[in-house]
């Protein structure tokens, strides 16, 4: 019995690299609302010598890259970064760019809790949930939501 080729890939294909399928995509990771996969990549077509850019594709059947710009990814990058939940799960510290973030859970904005010249690093929730406590050049710091 023959077997039909229609759903064999086009094996001469796969070793056309990456003018052909773009870089490999790196850095990939979930929104918070678990809406978007933001990931670098390098499209079909560019230049392999360029540096990897922005994208985010929608978490559905059938989307499409979207490229973003630097002031997007200013805007959206802590929304997609990782970072420790609170503990009752409604929202997560991240740093994005060297500052703190609140980021609701599955809600569309995030704010800012530092912004400072030093790097923050190491955030974390205390039990409570009503403060976070971070490093910021080898000190240890406490920070309160309500407050500041």
């Known amino acids: 019995m023959a077997q039909s080729t229609s759903a064999v890939p086009d094996l001469s294909t796969i070793m056309r690299g990456p003018g052909f399928a773009g870089r490999t995509p790196s850095n990939a990771?979930?929104?918070?609302?678990s809406r978007w996969l933001y990931f670098e990549w390098l499209p079909p077509g560019t230049d392999w010598r360029e540096p990897l850019r922005p994208f985010r594709i929608?978490?559905?059947?059938?989307?499409?890259?979207e490229s973003l710009s630097v002031a997007a990814m200013d805007t959206l990058g802590p929304l997609a970064a990782e970072g420790?939940?609170?503990?009752?799960?409604?929202?997560?510290?991240?740093?994005?760019?060297?500052?703190?973030?609140?980021v609701p859970i599955g809600g569309s904005?995030?704010?800012?809790?530092?912004?400072t010249m030093e790097e923050e690093s190491d955030p974390?929730?205390?039990p409570d949930?009503?403060?976070?406590?971070?490093?910021?050049?080898?000190?240890?710091?406490?920070?309160?939501?309500s407050g500041g």
């Not at 990771?29 to 609302?33: K, N």
């Not at 929608?58 to 890259?65: F, S």
């Not at 949930?129 to 939501?145: A, E, I, Q």
Request: hydrophobic share 40%.
């Open 124 to 126: 974390r929730f205390t």
């Open 58 to 65: 929608r978490a559905e059947a059938g989307a499409v890259p």
């Open 29 to 33: 990771r979930w929104s918070a609302d």
């Open 84 to 102: 420790p939940r609170s503990p009752d799960r409604k929202s997560r510290v991240v740093v994005w760019r060297g500052d703190l973030f609140l």
């Open 129 to 145: 949930g009503h403060s976070v406590v971070f490093v910021r050049g080898m000190n240890g710091f406490r920070l309160s939501l």
């Open 109 to 115: 904005g995030a704010r800012r809790l530092t912004a």
